[in-house]
């Protein structure tokens, strides 16, 4: 039978219409079947999961109950055994020094055993929580976690019992009121001060807990990769208002890494300029890069400030966009209370050796030799980072601007240590 040339060109379409419906179907189906198996499959993932962070909870519950069951100092010391190698025998170095300092604060082995147990089993929780748990990381800008469990407050007894507040020096605190008021009406105080002990960090809340109430809570930290990496000093930071940085000292360290680094640094300075342009930010920082150690002949100085370092504090400071910002020079008496190693390690787990304070002295620097223990801290007067300021008068035309202003601030740090 002969079929006119347009049915014919119909019954094609169709056919050809119908099959390509039926590919679609099945290429329809075919793509709702794989869509099932990969959500299936993300399911399952997102509970393994799940159920990993439940057990990894568990096992931290269980470790801080077995924390508060141990007794005693010997049962502190018995805990630290399942801590990794180089990290439970600087810990147990570490607990005998704090217990022989506080058996000295104290005058009483008892009391020394009990403050030395309460205070180290929150430090062996905090530790377990790193090393069991998933560890913290630090991002760019960290604000101190205080809840559900105070890492300010941590610090603030381990510190704090080392510390003879009735020696201790906080001078010239009219000029603290002064950076209170500053913060109050929303402009920033940037502190530039030398950098001598691991717990530098405690002694500006704990010196000027009594005289200016709660400044020290706002005191914003720029932080090396040290104080967030160091599994001993970690929980410590976690207590603090950090920026987080990687310092020129240990830019080149991991070449690998310094890439990385630099992304780091970056975001980090984004967020401290963020800080400035809303205004009543409280930021301290310690331009040498690192902690002052001992010359060869015992003397104690602030180490050299970095000028690029002061430069760029200056510039976020100064920008158009910053809300007002004041500068002040800091000087920090806290070496012999927890003295660095003399030399810079390059290794993350340096040997700890605390003191506690036992003289007073009205100059910072006696109190940082050989012979006199304890803490003070001296803030300057603030200085003028213009150029209508006293550091750049009587200056050659051609003078190292970034340098003098920073040779400057750094002298005025000194003059603080020296000054009695």
């Not at 999961?49 to 010391?77: C, H, M, W, Y």
């Not at 504090?313 to 920090?332: D, I, V």
């Not at 003295?339 to 787990?349: F, L, M, R, S």
């Not at 940082?368 to 003028?384: C, F, P």
């Amino acid at each position: 039978m002969l079929r006119s040339p347009v049915l014919s060109t119909n019954l094609q379409f169709r056919s050809a219409t119908f099959a390509g419906v039926k590919d679609c179907r099945r290429s329809r189906v075919r793509v709702f079947t794989g869509f099932q198996r990969k959500s299936v499959g993300n399911v399952s993932a997102e509970l393994a999961v799940q159920e990993n962070s439940k057990l990894t909870d568990f096992k931290v519950q269980v470790a801080k109950i077995v924390v508060d069951l141990a007794p005693g100092e010997q049962g502190l010391r018995f805990l630290s055994r399942a801590f990794p190698g180089k990290i439970q025998e600087t810990f147990t170095g570490l607990l005998s020094s704090y217990k022989a300092q506080l058996v000295l604060a104290l005058d009483d082995e008892d009391r020394a055993s009990k403050a030395v147990t309460s205070i180290f089993k929150d430090m062996i929780k905090a530790y377990a929580e790193q090393l069991l748990g998933t560890p913290y990381s630090f991002p760019p800008y960290h604000r101190a976690i205080r809840a559900p469990f105070d890492y300010y407050q941590m610090a603030n007894a381990y510190i704090g019992s080392l510390i003879d507040f009735d020696r201790s020096i906080l001078r010239n605190y009219s000029r603290w009121s002064v950076i209170q008021a500053q913060l109050q009406a929303g402009e920033n105080v940037i502190l530039l001060g030398n950098h001598q002990s691991e717990g530098d960090a405690a002694f500006i809340p704990l010196l000027t807990e009594v005289s200016h109430p709660g400044l020290g809570e706002k005191v914003i930290y720029v932080a090396g990769g040290r104080v967030v990496s160091d599994i001993l000093a970690k929980p410590f930071s976690m207590g603090k208002n950090l920026l987080c940085v990687v310092s020129k000292k240990h830019m080149g360290e991991d070449p690998s890494e310094k890439a990385a680094s630099m992304k780091q640094n970056l975001a980090t300075l984004k967020e401290m300029q963020t800080l400035l342009n809303k205004g009543g930010a409280l930021i301290w920082i310690a331009p040498a890069g690192g902690r002052d150690r001992r010359k060869p002949d015992g003397t104690l100085i602030p180490d050299e400030f970095d000028p690029q370092a002061v430069e760029m504090m200056r510039k976020l400071g100064t920008k158009k966009s910053a809300a007002p910002t004041h500068f002040y020079p800091l000087a920090m008496a806290t070496y012999d209370i927890m003295p660095p190693p003399a030399t810079t390690e390059k290794e993350i787990g340096e040997k700890r050796i605390v003191n506690y304070t036992v003289r007073h002295s009205k100059s910072l620097v006696s109190m940082s030799s050989n012979i006199m223990k304890g803490a003070g801290l001296s803030l300057g007067a603030e200085v003028d980072v213009s150029e209508q300021g006293d550091w750049l008068s009587g200056a050659e035309p051609d003078a190292d601007k970034v340098k003098l202003l920073s040779n400057h601030i750094w002298q005025k740090v000194e003059d603080q240590l020296v000054a009695s």
